[in-house]
């Protein structure tokens, strides 16, 4: 006759959570079942070399400048707030 596994108390084997993506809801599960791989290491070098460095520094410098009028309205914002606070509690 063949010996009985001993179990501990604490563990009956019934598993309670099954982590195979059925439990997600459905439009989760698409996003879980359907995402890409990681691209290989080569891949990943090869698109980062892609630009020559006066590319990437004119991409970097359109970037900023693109960013700028932003920048600049939430400067004038926040001294427009700070010379009212000033006036206020003066």
């Not at 195979?20 to 439009?27: K, S």
């Not at 990943?44 to 630009?51: C, F, G, Q, S, T």
């Amino acid at each position: 006759m063949a010996e009985d596994k001993k179990k501990d108390d604490w563990d009956s084997g019934i598993t309670v959570a099954p982590m195979t993506g059925d439990e997600l809801p459905r439009y989760r599960r698409m996003a879980f079942l359907n995402r890409a791989k990681r691209p290989s290491k080569e891949e990943r070098l090869k698109h980062k070399n892609m630009y020559t460095k006066k590319e990437r520094r004119a991409i970097i410098r359109a970037g900023m400048l693109a960013m700028l009028p932003q920048f600049l309205v939430i400067i004038v914002s926040f001294g427009i707030v700070i010379g009212l606070l000033y006036l206020w509690l003066s």
